[in-house]
């Protein structure tokens, strides 16, 4: 059985994780045993090890409201809160929820304001059997990339010196729409002037020309968190169910349609970024003398443009993909009706 | 008890509040049923049997979203306390709520409650008469929490009230009424995501051409079987195993009948518009990777024939 031999690899190649599914009947991670997360929050162990968080683990349903509420922000910043527990290195982050506060990135306390709200919410959810604190914070970057800006780093700096464990969760909702995969990052910074014992190889994103100083110049004071997701067995069952729903969504979205604007600002941004590196290519042919070490620059500059192209192309020809192959499924009938000779493949190109 | 709605209202519901409720239900059903410990599993299992697993919990909670019309969304929901001694739900914790969510989302409202069970009751109507004043008319959305793997369909009913004349006395009863799902983009990948649990990161290429190609190819897949299903059915109702039925060939043809989907000169002109333009982003793309390239065996040649220039000239090399 070939699919059941590639599953077994691919489960052990992503660190599946069935401990939880053992036994689907008691979804044991949903309990929230206060004792255990009052002892733990008495030992601090995170308070020795900068590095000592690292992994979240994400409800399906913290996922998909954030994801939610990013997306209805448009193209401007959100943020909101998450509630959740810690387990051993891990996060776990059971819900979240929205502020009602308006993000322009230059508002460094902008939960100053949303505190009353935050405390309303959190009583009435103790209440109605949401047991679990706080355990972090998530944000918006429509368009930009999961990473987090200088206003970010201090905010969370600020935060995990206070109020500990807390975690900064970065989403891009447009790059989400526009990949079909989700754009997420969970980050926590570094104490001031810790240098992390080595550097890590984070995954690379095009960053936009205009935030590119702010992002070079903070990357180097956080780190960031494997995520993983989980969700109860209902939940599994339900989505399965699901899905006999929306297949029809998944045949009629169209991402070339709906993401033109973001594509072509992409693509402008990448222009800009290649006049810049033509600049520092007409400068240094003055000195060959100069030394390799220029020159490796601005070779990684084109080289990273390169792939940025080749980023933006795969997605647009992912978006083109799904056009044609519906316009096979749905609109090439007149064609066999015309010719029933020929049975060959409609190739939309040749038709006029 | 639930006869089929015929109030012309059509109901969408977004995934996020099946998910909602199904993480109430869990969580309210774990705290009450604390997961024994790896230790003593042996001794629970024989002797504590009866006495941890307690009747599923019944949960409450209000929908709220926005009514357009004729057409009711569902966007979201949220959690209420139920009083059993007035068999009512707390009210002045629903309108504090209420407010909280009306200040993050000012332009969803209250359209009705949710709770867990196989089927509506008699003493739910008393809940869905204490929410009329906020709505006329609430929608009641029930979700059933049994995991039957049988059941292919979302144990999810939508009922409504309606008011019906029954042995001469005006009663409100409800009614069931059907709805559709309804999700954005986002929603829908996020929620692809989480039910198919694939690897986060983008990893190359190839993954990504994979997972877009199977995505599509489950949808194609599950068209493809109800295709087969109709086709089936119109079979044997042409070898005469089936009485006629009318209507249904009726609607077969009207489906039918819509394919081909578009047919038009200036959709064919679109199409191929976009189809160049992605041609023109490839092409352009492999222009900046042949530049790449070029830039970077130059630089090599140089580096490696360095000799002649090493002497400061701008003489040609070699």
Redesign the interface.
Known sequence: MDSAIAQKTWELE?N?LTVENQDPS???I????DVAQAKFQHERPWANDPNYFKRVKI???A???M??H???GGTIEVMGLMQGKTDGDAIIVM?A????VEGTETRVNAQADAYE?MV??SQ??K?????ENVVGWYHSHPGYGCWLSGIDVSTQMLNQQFQEPFLAVVID?TR??S????E?GAFRTYPDGYKPPDDPIS?YQTIPLNKIEDFGVHCKQYYALD???F?????????????????????S?S??L?NGDYVAGQ?SDLAEK?EQAENQ?AHSRIG??VG?SR?KEE?SQ??K??RD??K???E??????????K?T??????QSNRSRTEQSDPE??V?? | MAAASSSGLTFKLH??V???I??????????MN???SSGNTANSINGGDQKQHQSPPR?FGCVIGVQRGRTVEIFNS????YDPSTHSLDRS?LL??QE?YR???PQFYILGWYSIGSDAQESDMHIHKALMDINESPVYVLLN?S?N?A?????INIYESELHVIDGIPQLIFVCSSY??E?????????????H??????GS?AT??A???T??H???K??HSRIKVLHQYLVAMQNGDIPFENSLLRQVSSLARR?????SEKF?DD??M??ND?LL??Y??MI??C??AM??LV?KF??AYDRN??R?G?TAFI
């Open positions: 992503n599946i008691s979804d044991s949903f309990y929230y045993d409800s399906a349903l996922l998909l409201k994801v939610v990013a997306r209805s819900d929820f929205a502020l009602p709200y309303d919410y009435t959810n209440q109605a059997g949401r047991l909702p989400t729409v990949a079909g995969k989700v997420i995954e995520i993983t997701y969700k109860s067995s209902l939940d599994s069952h339900l989505l399965d169910l699901l899905w006999n729903k929306y297949w029809v969504n998944t045949l979205s991402p070339l709906g693509i290649l290519f060959p003398l390799p020159k070779e084109l080289a443009i390169t192209s080749a933006i192309t795969v647009q020809v992912h978006g083109l993909m799904s056009q044609v192959i316009d499924l749905f609109n090439s009938v007149r939309p190109m038709e006029a | 995934p996020l099946i998910l909602n199904s993480d109430h239900y869990t969580r309210v059903k774990s705290q604390p997961p024994i949960v949220f959690e209420l306390l914790f504090k709520k909280l200040k993050v989302f929490p995991i793997h059941q292919k369909d979302l144990p559709t799902i999700t954005v983009e986002a929603e829908r990948i996020s929620v692809d995501h989480v039910a649990l694939k690897p986060s990161d983008g290429a990504q051409l997972a877009h190609l995505g599509i489950s949808a194609i599950m068209l394919l081909p989907a578009i047919e064919q199409f191929l976009e189809y992605t982003i490839t352009l793309a900046t990777n530049s790449s830039n970077e630089d140089n580096t220039s090493r400061g701008r």
